[in-house]
């Protein structure tokens, strides 16, 4: 939780520099919003790609070995994965529909 909240913390500015950047000040006016928001993002997972490979828990805990194409094929893991995937997706969905 520390990685992350330092990350928004990081992030959080640039955000709001962008908007209105993008937004007031650039030929892009409302469309300058969600680019402003995807570089955002992109920011963020960049960020936390950098802590946590630099992180001394990262490395003490091992907690990600690296990508298992193997694991991905197969059948047990992807039912897996979609039992908490489906979830999040049907969260995710509602709060759209409403």
Not at 7 to 34: A, D, K, Q, R, T
Not at 58 to 75: D, E, F, I
């Amino acid at each position: 939780m520390r990685a992350s909240t330092i990350v928004l913390f990081l992030v959080f500015p640039v955000n709001i520099g962008l908007n209105i950047g993008l937004v007031h000040y650039s030929s892009l006016e409302l469309f300058g919003s969600p680019i402003a928001l995807s570089i955002t993002y992109w920011l963020a997972f960049v960020l936390l790609c950098i802590i946590t490979s630099f992180s001394p828990t990262h490395r003490r805990n091992g907690t990600w070995g690296g990508m298992q194409y193997r694991a991905v094929l197969r059948w047990k893991s992807c039912m897996t994965f979609l039992r908490l995937a489906i979830p999040g997706i049907l969260m995710v969905g509602t709060e759209w529909l409403v």
